[in-house]
């Protein structure tokens, strides 16, 4: 493909592309190939997988749209983009149910061969967009992607249906070409992977992939050519990396960090199964992984796993959690290492399943009956999700105590490049079971107030734990009611100490100054770069991102008091905002939306200037 | 450090040493007087010791309810648990540890009311677990509620009117959910009970044994039909695998199948020895067919319902990892975060 005709060739600092089709069409696919792609002409880059929320939704409807959506950059990317600069359309659904994000000036490739009446109807058009003008501030480009690719592949003597599922490869070539990218990672991998599993259909996949592109070079519909030139990034070996992916390695790094044996106790639940499908391919590692009946057994056995003496995990999201409350309260009082991934989703109830929010936070520090304290921490990108786990069991095991991990569908699923960590640099996660019968004290506590663990084959070691209230020391039943008093604030001391360990808040951007921005979790890439553009229209703002929501950092209050204006964006109603009014009475402000949708860069920097102009 | 490498550096107790006195502990026992709890855990301690297991080697897992008081009064590893999950936590324990032997505690209401999904489960997966239900045939600690277990029309603080629901019958349950030893005993029948414990502890995979156990506060009685000395020789059928079905004070009564292969009491010297049932725990049909059995229309089968062997959860697991790390090229952690499409950056 070396030879492309003198088309002249436009270079942007940055472009979003969005892959839109029917579930069927392969659009995750044809995404994932272009994020290689990208990845290996060295932008840095960030994408989004929107699936649709229903496994088995009628063929060109609205709620069988998939989508993929790339950024890539020659700077530095924090989030999928807000609004994409190129629209690949496969039909009048994938049209319809994202127009409406399409840039203005945008391109649109249209596959104008399901632009049939049949299809429009069902994607609720009365006329085609395509030929009614309604699509005049776009730049269009109607391309009878099936029939083109068809003809492309007639030799191979695939059957028509199978001849029609690689239309999409046709697309992918397309935009190939448009961005000046080369066809070899996507080549060698239809040659490779796709031709051991079948090589009929490999073998029309990569003509329509070339098709595409000479399509691309040929054809007069396009005039010129893009290119994003490489971006400035910290050496070293990378892969693409989604947050569930980094969570299970994360988990499996903490296995081997202390020694200890994996166990993961779970019952399958959208978004965080992946998390049990990568575990469950690990055993050569002596990895254990239980699908329980329910939710409830998943964390049980989980417990069971930690009081014998294993890297407890059980993972879930928000209705799961709910299911499991009581079981955690008994990891809480039993105080046994234990970690609960919650890859948040859209609540309440069943809600919105496939679709992103942060709106667990008050459920995993709150709900649950009595004085309950849980340390909680969230991970802030795909990648950052290997890091957070292997914290969270740092802190459950150094502290004897279960440990939230809050991640949630963006994270889970979106993707980006990923320095690959060195496993020989990271810490070794001490662990020590206790022996000695002489000093043996079941509830006995070390400076972080965390008891001994103490597994069963230990001679002389033999006790009893429960979720009844303990006498503090010895562990027997106690109903004494200081005693109770007591160890309600102990327990809730020791969660409270975890911060003595905890290093002091970082804050991006100016330490002082008109607007602070305070968020957590899988936003801070929409917080970072709404903060860049506001220091960039001149105001003075920092953003601080909180990885430890319990305890919170000793530093928390000074900080937020710097500022005259502290903004707390998250994706759910005001939940961290809630917390820190009450916690320090600042008068801080909550930006907020619950749409499913992670934050749009664009938005942020609007609140950020709307609330720094304000003078109070 | 794994628990592999610790259990290799720590040598067990010696299991020979052991007695019942070892197995109790110094908490008050806090059971009603005359309460049947107490006959079933001076069973449990009489076995244990006998089981050549380290005491060290033992967990009881419990959920809640009266019987669930049960590991304070044990001294082995134990865990008070939460209503209903103990046959979770156990499963978890064996799972992590196939090393231990790990038993439930657990009631009528407990195992089969609120915990009847992961008691079916348990049993399902056959983990190697001994599962001792204390069937009262009602709700003790919450003062007297009728259970899964309660006859129809019991008038309780709960049903006033008489409960209209229809109770459970857990041997059925327990061989239906493919448990492969099932058992009963009675905690006044201390012989019998001993037996079945020792088999049920002995027996690798889901052990279930139904102990009927008298709540002298709420239910009083509920087994009297079947305990009493008068009554005893005519209400209970003695299951002995290989042996004809028997009872009666001089074993003068049987059962037999009619000609709709529906169970009859029969007069063995009239109806004849030979054309008696045999029992045979690895029947299943069979083991089923004695559950159905019910007073006062028929004796109550005592004994081991079904007693099979096949390959348990733990095990099979096992022997995945086993498999698996046996093919594994090495490199561990390392090796995955290597792995799949990479690149580098200068
Ligand atoms: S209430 Fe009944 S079952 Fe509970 S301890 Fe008292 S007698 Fe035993």
Redesign the pocket.
């Known amino acids: 493909m070396e030879n492309s005709t003198a088309k002249s060739t436009t270079t942007f600092e940055s472009v979003a592309i969005r892959f839109a089709g029917d579930s069927g069409d392969g659009m995750q696919l044809t995404g994932t190939q272009f994020t290689e792609t990208t990845a290996l002409a060295g932008n840095d880059l960030a994408t989004f997988p929107d699936y649709p929320a229903e496994i088995r939704a009628p063929a060109g409807s609205l709620a069988g749209v998939s989508g993929f959506q790339i950024h890539f950059s020659s700077r530095e990317v924090h989030t999928p983009g807000d609004e994409p600069d190129v629209l690949v359309a496969m039909n009048p659904a994938a049209l319809r149910a994202n127009i409406a994000d399409l840039r203005h000036g945008g391109i649109l490739i249209a596959n104008t061969e399901q632009f049939g009446v049949k299809n429009l109807e069902r994607a609720g058009y009365t006329s085609n967009p395509l030929e009614d003008g309604s699509l005049s501030n776009y730049r269009v480009f109607p391309v009878d992607i099936t029939n083109i690719t068809l003809r492309a592949i007639a030799d191979v003597g695939l059957n028509q249906r199978a001849a029609v599922r690689t239309k999409n490869f046709f697309a992918l070539g397309l935009v190939y070409w448009l961005f000046s990218r080369e066809l070899t990672h996507t080549e060698q991998w239809i040659q490779g992977s796709m031709a051991a599993k079948d090589p009929l259909a490999a073998e029309a996949n990569l003509k329509a992939l070339r098709a595409g592109w000479n399509f691309g070079d040929t054809t007069e519909m396009f005039a010129q050519r893009y290119e994003v030139p490489k971006a400035r990034i910290t050496p070293g070996r990378y892969k693409n990396i989604t947050g569930n992916e980094a969570t299970a390695l994360g988990f499996l790094a903490a296995a081997e960090l202390s020694g200890l044996d994996l166990f993961l106790g779970s019952y399958p639940i959208t978004p965080a199964s992946d998390i049990l499908h990568s575990l469950s391919k690990q055993k050569h590692l002596g990895v254990r992984t239980f699908q329980a009946e329910d939710e409830i057994a998943a964390i049980g056995a989980t417990i069971g796993a930690a009081y014998a003496g294993g890297l407890a995990l059980t993972t879930t999201s928000g209705p799961g959690i709910a299911l499991k409350s009581e079981a955690m309260n008994l990891v809480m009082m039993l105080e046994l290492p234990l970690v609960i991934c919650d890859v948040q989703r859209g609540g309440p109830s069943t809600g919105l399943p496939t679709k992103t929010e942060q709106s667990d936070l008050l459920q995993v520090l709150f709900g649950r009956n009595g004085e309950s304290p849980i340390p909680v921490i969230a991970a802030s990108s795909p990648g950052d999700c290997f890091y957070t786990a292997i914290e969270a069991a740092r802190i459950a095991v150094t502290h004897m105590t279960p440990v939230v991990m809050l991640t949630d569908g963006y994270l889970a699923n979106g993707a980006e490049p990923w320095k690959i960590p060195n496993m020989a640099e990271m810490p070794r996660i001490p662990v020590k079971f206790h022996t000695d019968p002489a000093t043996f004290k079941a509830y006995a506590r070390d400076e972080f107030l965390a008891r001994p663990w103490a597994i069963p084959g230990t001679p002389g070691l033999e006790h009893r734990v429960g979720g009844l209230e303990k006498a503090n020391i010895t562990g027997n039943v106690s109903y004494d009611p200081n005693n109770h008093d007591a160890m309600c604030r102990l327990r809730a001391e020791k969660v409270a100490r975890i911060a003595r360990t905890l290093p002091p808040c970082e804050v991006y951007g100016d330490a002082e100054g008109d607007v602070l921005v305070v968020g957590w979790g899988g936003t801070l890439g929409a917080l970072r770069a709404g903060t860049e553009r506001a220091r960039e229209a001149g105001h003075r703002v920092g953003h601080l991102h909180l990885r430890h929501l319990n305890p919170l950092p000793d530093d928390l209050g000074d900080v937020l008091r710097r500022y005259r204006k502290v903004l707390v964006c998250e994706l759910n109603l005001g939940q961290l905002w809630f917390l820190l009014r009450a916690r320090y009475l600042v008068d801080a402000v909550s930006i907020n939306k619950v749409q499913g949708k992670p934050f749009k860069e664009a938005e942020i920097a609007r609140a950020i200037i709307e609330h720094a102009g304000s003078k109070a | 450090m794994s628990v592999q490498a610790f259990l290799s550096e720590i040598s067990h107790t010696d299991p020979t040493a052991l007695g019942r006195k070892d197995f109790q502990t110094d908490q008050e026992i806090r ?2 007087p005359g ?3 107490y006959a079933i855990l001076a069973q449990v301690h009489k076995t244990l010791p006998e089981l050549g297991i380290p005491r060290e080697n033992f967990v009881f897992v419990s959920g809640i309810g ?1 019987s669930s008081r049960f590991p304070y009064y044990t001294n082995t590893f134990g865990m008070h648990s939460i209503h209903g999950r103990a046959p979770t936590i156990a499963t978890g324990v064996k799972v992590l540890r196939p090393d231990l032997s790990v038993w439930v505690v657990t009631g009528d209401g407990d195992a089969l009311s609120i915990g009847g999904n992961h008691f079916i489960h348990a049993m399902r997966r056959n983990v190697d677990l001994k599962i001792l239900m204390f069937n ?1 045939r009602i709700y ?2 919450t003062k007297g509620q009728y259970s899964p277990t309660s006859e129809q029309g019991k008038k309780t603080k709960s049903s006033p009117l008489g409960s209209v629901d229809y109770p459970f019958n857990p041997i059925s349950l327990a061989l239906s959910a493919e448990a492969t030893f099932v058992a009963r005993g009675i905690d006044v029948d201390a012989k019998g009970l001993g037996a079945v414990l020792e088999r049920a502890a002995k027996h690798k995979g889901t052990a279930f044994v139904e102990i009927y156990q008298n ?4 239910n009083d009685g509920a087994f009297d039909y079947l305990t009493d000395r008068k009554l005893k020789a005519e209400a209970e059928l003695r299951l002995e695998h290989g042996k004809p079905l028997r009872f009666g004070l001089n074993g003068e009564k049987g059962i037999a199948l009619d000609a709709q292969m529906n169970p009859m009491v029969v007069d063995v010297a009239a109806h004849g020895e030979d054309k008696l049932l045999v029992h045979n725990e690895e029947n299943a049909a069979l083991g089923f067919f004695l559950s159905r059995l019910v007073a006062p229309e028929f004796p109550t089968p005592v004994g081991v319902f079904r007693s099979v062997t096949k390959p348990t959860f733990d095990g099979m697991m096992e022997a995945q990892l086993e498999q698996a790390r046996s093919k594994s090229k090495g490199g561990g952690v390392q090796r995955l975060l290597d792995a799949g499409e990479t690149w580098t950056v200068e």
């Open positions: 059971w009603c309460c049947g709890d009266c009262n003790g600690l709540c002298n506060i709420f």
